[in-house]
């Protein structure tokens, strides 16, 4: 019944604009006629060059160039239609079986091209973009650092993709990040973390989007803002700093106790010491829709129960 009386609703109030009587086939014609003029809308977007790129119609044939900008795909449903991905996209398991076609320094534009996509989704960093651009290949180029990145990339990609709701989906993410952060236990909150993502040490700042994950969960970066997303530190500075809690990959984990004077770290003395592998790297490290997931494994890791931590 629901379906008839909004089409009675909108014949009367197409009849008010036009202000005149029409018998209902010409209505009902006309309706379709302003229908399908909706649906061969031009969609208009801009991305992170600030260059409005144009589509027709939602593309089918989709290439993509960054392991988020796949996620970012399959969460609004349009994961059939990447008919190519980059050597690192491996979420979810559907796109494991799709054609790889290289990374940021070494994309392979002959196989690129050969897949004829009437999309290439790329980060703005990707050294094949203008290539690619100049073979007349439509172009997105996206690159999420930040929160605000992914409600926005959210948003550029959703009309492309002829998506319906991508605020349900930002809400979602949302809805479980708040879950995440309410599941730490208060005496956990303010516990000081440093987050190492390369063995120089490289560090994850408070301005990254790990560094925001640690900060909604209600703990204490020990690497502030003022350096930067990911700066490389001196190794004394992380003595000074005498972090609660470690999150290293794995392999470097067990060599902690050999820098000099890390052991007097009380993450490294206490062995609160959470070392990720692959598998969870992918899901801490990528600015995208497991960003929740991401918390999560943080809480397990402060819980002790991540795999690898020191109970």
Known sequence: ???????????SRLRERVGVRVGAKRLLLLLLTLFLAQAHATIEVRDDRGTTVTFPQPPQRIVSLLPSLTEFVCVLDACARLVGVDDYSNFPAAVRGIPHVGG???????????????????????????RLQGLGLKV???????????????????????ATDTGAVWRKIEQDLAAAARSLPPAL???????EVGSAPYAAGESSFIGELLTRLGLANVVPAALGPFPKLNPEFVVRADPQVIFVEQGDAAQLPQRPGWRA????????????????????????????????LMVQCLQGRFPGAGK
């Open 1 to 11: 019944m629901g379906r008839p009386l909004a089409l009675s609703c909108s014949l």
């Open 104 to 130: 940021l320094e070494d994309a392979r534009i002959e196989a690129i091209v050969a897949l004829k996509p009437d999309l290439v989704l790329t980060p703005t960093s990707s050294r094949a973009l203008e």
């Open 140 to 162: 997105l180029a996206l690159e999420p650092r930040t929160f605000a990145d992914v409600q926005r990339v959210l948003g550029v990609l959703g009309p492309v993709l002829g």
């Open 189 to 195: 909150r303010g516990t000081k973390v440093y987050f």
């Open 265 to 296: 770290i009380r993450a490294v003395r206490e062995q609160r010491i959470c070392g990720y592998g692959p598998a969870q790297a992918d899901v801490l490290a990528r600015p995208g829709p497991r960003m929740a997931e991401a918390a999560r």
